[in-house]
């Protein structure tokens, strides 16, 4: 399950920078559509917006999350190779 998919309106959901900070907003309750990722309200004067996605999120409401590891290029070439091999190609 994809960690957007666990957030809901009002959730405190911290996300990390570019910079490699930590920074903690709530959901604006603005969802995109396609669950992909969820705008946050990090405060200030004005509410200054940040995005949240599968690949920033770190914690929601203070739990640690850990997205699912994709598997890479190299081991599902490994897989085919070796099914390959059991079937005597």
């Known amino acids: 399950m994809k ?6 309106h009002g959730d405190r959901v911290t996300i990390r920078t570019p910079q490699g900070q930590e920074a903690t907003g709530r ?3 603005l969802l995109i559509t396609r669950g ?3 705008v946050l309200n990090m405060g200030g004067k004005h509410g ?5 996605s599968d690949e920033n999120i770190v914690s929601i409401n203070g739990r640690r999350v850990y997205a699912t ?3 890479t290029r190299s081991a599902e070439r490994a897989a ?3 099914w390959l091999e059991g079937m005597g190609v």
Do not use: D, F, K
């Open 27 to 29: 959901v604006n309750g």
């Open 48 to 52: 200054r917006p940040a995005i949240a």
């Open 3 to 8: 960690l957007s998919h666990q957030v809901r």
């Open 80 to 82: 085919e190779a070796s």
């Open 36 to 38: 992909s990722h969820c």
């Open 69 to 71: 590891p994709q598997p």
